[in-house]
């Protein structure tokens, strides 16, 4: 049983041995891989220890319990340990998303419902941000386009967990990419009658620069004048950066920043990481139905999830969660939700192993 297990075990003493090194040190970016996977496969190797332990304590009272029918009343607790820890490990053993030690940047657009939608993408950016510090992840905002009444035409952030941890932000974040949808009166509603929005949200694994090569020669890059907030040289110099990535077509913008050098900087990560989901989706017939989900056209009929202010409601629509804590929820108590996509997404693997759930 879980004879896969083994060549993991392997590899997590030869990266002990590996980041024992101080040579290995001296790259971080290859420190930081190895130590992400590290941390990755040492949940597997305690759920590997405490399932050993737990079968070889139950196998004992079993013995015991042979000889001695006192010993007969621990065995179904202890069965009960074994089992459970066989599932876990199980779950472990599933295959894993290549990106789910990655950190991610993560992209909220208004889209149907004009300023009520914008004002609800801010809101959205809210929960994310308040999400990451109840994880103790650090956020960086990369680019945004405020509307007319303070809402969010467009926002992009950074979101990165602190040192090597097993589950990276991909982990948890990529079920959030797909619509949004929300059912609330309008701040710009006189009658006080329920309007519908849509906000879409695509979530991108973050990739280190050697991982991606952008060749200059495929890059047009366009500087302009800024047009928000940002510092006194917004509107007063070219420090706005638009590149267009010329084999593909995408186009990122960003004017945040109050140097073009820095804006070309953060413009360049997101390319970088549209880049990469583009090629994830092109190579892997799998990983692009997974990314299906994510925003396409910002309307209501691809919607994820709504958000029905009224009743204090959030509903996941491919999991069937429901809750009425929409307030705590829009205060980054996101948890509940992110675990029901996790444990669909499990127990549709499982099944498709022959494994039940």
């Known amino acids: 049983m879980f004879e896969s297990v083994q060549p993991l075990l392997a590899e997590h003493a030869d990266l002990e041995?590996?980041?024992?090194?101080?040579?290995?040190?001296?790259?971080?970016?290859?420190?930081?891989?190895?130590?992400?996977?590290?941390?990755?496969?040492?949940?597997?190797?305690?759920?590997?220890?405490?399932?050993?332990?737990?079968v070889d304590?139950?196998?004992?009272?079993?013995?015991?319990?042979?000889?001695?029918?006192?010993?007969?009343?621990?065995?179904?607790?202890?069965?009960?340990?074994?089992?459970?820890?066989?599932?876990?490990?199980?779950?472990?053993?599933?295959p894993r998303?290549?990106?789910?030690?990655?950190?991610?940047?993560?992209?909220?657009?208004?889209g149907e419902g004009g300023e009520e939608s914008a004002l609800f993408a801010r809101d959205l950016l809210r929960m994310y941000l308040r999400y990451a510090e109840r994880h103790g992840w650090a956020t960086q905002?990369?680019?945004?386009?405020?509307?007319?009444?303070?809402?969010?035409?467009?926002?992009?952030?950074?979101?990165?967990?602190?040192?090597?941890?097993?589950?990276?932000?991909?982990?948890?974040?990529?079920?959030e990419g797909g619509v949004h949808r929300v059912q609330r009166v309008p701040a710009?509603?006189?009658?006080?009658?329920?309007?519908?929005?849509?906000?879409?949200?695509?979530?991108?694994?973050?990739?280190?620069?050697?991982?991606?090569?952008?060749?200059?020669?495929?890059?047009?890059?366009?500087?302009?004048?800024?047009?928000?907030?940002?510092?006194?040289?917004?509107?007063?110099?070219?420090?706005?950066?638009r590149i267009t990535h010329l084999p593909t077509g995408i186009v990122v913008s960003c004017q945040n920043e109050k140097s073009q050098l820095q804006n070309r900087e953060q413009a360049l990560r997101i390319l970088r990481a549209r880049l990469h989901a583009a090629a994830q989706e092109?190579?892997?017939?799998?990983?692009?139905?997974?990314?299906?989900s994510q925003v396409r056209t910002v309307d209501r009929s691809e919607r994820i999830r709504t958000y029905n202010y009224g009743e204090n409601r959030i509903a996941d629509h491919r999991t069937g969660f429901k809750a009425y804590n929409l307030d705590a929820v829009l205060d980054g108590d996101l948890d509940p939700v992110v675990q029901s996509c996790i444990d669909a997404d499990e127990a549709a693997q499982l099944a498709a192993a022959g494994t039940p759930a």
Request: no cysteine.
């Open 17 to 54: 041995q590996r980041l024992a090194d101080p040579s290995v040190h001296a790259d971080a970016g290859l420190a930081r891989s190895l130590g992400r996977r590290y941390a990755e496969l040492g949940a597997v190797v305690d759920a590997h220890g405490t399932w050993s332990a737990a």
């Open 57 to 94: 304590d139950a196998a004992a009272a079993a013995e015991l319990a042979a000889e001695d029918a006192g010993f007969a009343a621990e065995l179904p607790a202890l069965q009960t340990a074994a089992d459970e820890a066989a599932e876990r490990l199980r779950r472990l053993l599933l």
């Open 97 to 110: 998303d290549p990106d789910d030690s990655r950190d991610v940047i993560l992209e909220i657009k208004a």
């Open 141 to 175: 905002l990369l680019e945004s386009t405020e509307s007319d009444l303070g809402g969010l035409k467009d926002v992009a952030v950074a979101v990165k967990a602190r040192g090597a941890v097993a589950e990276g932000v991909w982990h948890r974040l990529k079920y």
């Open 188 to 241: 710009t509603e006189s009658q006080g009658r329920v309007h519908t929005s849509a906000v879409g949200v695509l979530v991108l694994p973050e990739v280190e620069e050697v991982e991606v090569a952008v060749d200059p020669n495929d890059l047009r890059v366009d500087v302009f004048r800024s047009s928000g907030p940002g510092g006194q040289s917004v509107n007063t110099t070219d420090s706005a950066v």
């Open 282 to 292: 092109t190579a892997d017939a799998e990983a692009s139905a997974a990314r299906r």
